[in-house]
């Protein structure tokens, strides 16, 4: 489970930000909603919101970037614009194997006669938390090739090497592994963990993973269909018809596209696939893709991912979670994570629907954020900040309310009156 997250002159925040899913236990509710392992309290699910363009999908991204990473993708780690300043920072902190870890790099998009564009800072620590809540790291190695800071614990020929790394990667991809185990120890957990990390964008979920789980597996696909039902009370049952014999209905415009004859039969196929989803709605079958609702078909895509998630410890990381959605059915997906029989998974999301703003039933203060904007940049901040003595905000309150008279800021103010009707708008 993740942490904590860290970002420093990414995207729209020119400043060291940080998201943190660590449960404030003094906040004494739905203890089912933290997940407790070695002294560490986690948060099993956490909502971002905020207005358009504020930096919600920004953190997202941010995620990303750490998982493409630490999986040896090509990295996509853009500075913010307004800084000039190239060098990007970001960070994660999560738990893995019953262990706690806190990792950090740095990448420079800028070419000097100093160093090449690339990794110029890394650092992997470990984290311990006693029965105090005290919290202390020991360091496992840093390379920081702008203040010139190379150490590997407690491995001495490691110390020299790290001098001699390329940036163009991570240290877990420039160094042998086969030579140094203790750097292939740490890749596995690295990649292992980058590895139960799904970011989806909620309006643009691919079908493949649902469609192969129908195909492949009985026992999840079962469930897969028991959640699709209850999303959508009018069907009755949801499967991928395999028969050779079902005709499938072809419009020849489909496959008129300007690619290769390789990647056109690859396409499809993939069409083909999903015209054998098929909802039986009164007894009567017919193709998902075409009859079903937008929402429906976000849930299918969508519920696989669930699925998988809850049942294999994953980490969903969902941009615009409530898109297309009825708000009843978000709040479910949510309570399916802070569920105490899920003790393995977490979910991230960002939202605009105020109804999930909700302590009474749904979450805790802990794990509600609000992204917002100012002239110095862009920035997040923790429900768990408003107090009841100062501010009068407490788990009871109602939290829309609260969030539509700006109490809790986070919120767009458009005067779409003076733009519909221009200078008479002041007349």
């Known amino acids: 489970m993740i942490l904590s997250i860290r970002v420093n002159n990414f995207l729209v925040y020119a400043n060291k930000t940080e998201m943190s899913l660590i449960a404030d236990m003094r906040i004494k509710k739905f203890y089912s909603n933290v997940y407790q392992q070695n002294n560490f309290n986690v948060v099993k699910a956490a909502c971002i919101y905020g207005g358009n363009n504020v930096g919600k999908t920004c953190v997202i991204r941010a995620i990303n970037s750490i998982r493409n990473v630490l999986l040896g993708i090509v990295a996509e780690v853009p500075p913010n614009l307004f800084t000039n300043n190239n060098l990007c920072l970001l960070g994660i902190s999560f738990l893995f194997d019953g262990k706690a870890y806190s990792y950090d790099f740095g990448y420079d998009s800028t070419i000097t006669n100093q160093y090449k564009r690339g990794f110029v800072y890394e650092r992997l620590a470990e984290i311990t938390v006693d029965k105090y809540g005290t ?131 690859q396409l499809t196929v993939a069409f083909e696939d999903m015209l054998r989803l098929t909802s039986i709605h009164k007894g009567k079958p017919v193709q998902s893709l075409i009859y079903d609702s937008t929402g429906t078909k976000k849930m299918v895509s969508l519920a696989s991912f669930i699925i998988e998630a809850l049942e294999e410890g994953k980490i969903l990381i969902v941009d615009e979670l409530d898109s297309s959605l009825h708000f009843k059915l978000t709040r479910a997906i949510i309570s399916l994570f802070n569920n105490e029989l899920n003790t393995k998974a977490q979910i991230i999301f960002s939202a605009h629907d105020g109804t999930l703003l909700d302590c009474k039933k749904l979450f805790r203060k802990d794990q509600i954020w609000f992204a917002a904007k100012n002239d110095e940049g862009a920035y997040i901040y923790s429900l768990k900040d408003y107090t009841a003595h100062k501010d009068n905000i407490r788990s009871e309150s109602d939290l829309l309310e609260k969030y539509k008279l700006g109490a809790l800021g986070a919120l767009p103010e458009p005067d779409l009156i003076s733009i519909l009707l221009g200078d008479s708008a002041d007349e």
């Open 135 to 265: 919290e202390s790291e020991k360091e496992i190695y840093i390379r920081d090739m702008v203040n010139n800071v190379y150490k590997f614990a407690d491995n001495e020929e490691l110390n020299v090497l790290l001098k001699a790394v390329s940036p163009d990667n991570i240290l877990i991809y420039t160094i042998n592994s086969e030579k140094f185990p203790i750097i292939e120890y740490y890749k596995n957990i690295l990649r292992s963990f980058a590895f139960k990390i799904e970011v989806l964008d909620a309006n643009n979920i691919p079908l493949g993973k649902t469609i192969q789980t129908l195909k492949e597996n009985k026992e999840i696909g079962n469930r897969i269909v028991e959640l699709i039902k209850l999303a959508d009370l009018d069907i009755e049952d949801y499967k991928y018809v395999k028969s050779d014999n079902e005709s499938v209905k072809r419009n020849p415009n489909i496959y008129q596209y300007s690619a290769p004859q390789e990647q056109v039969l």
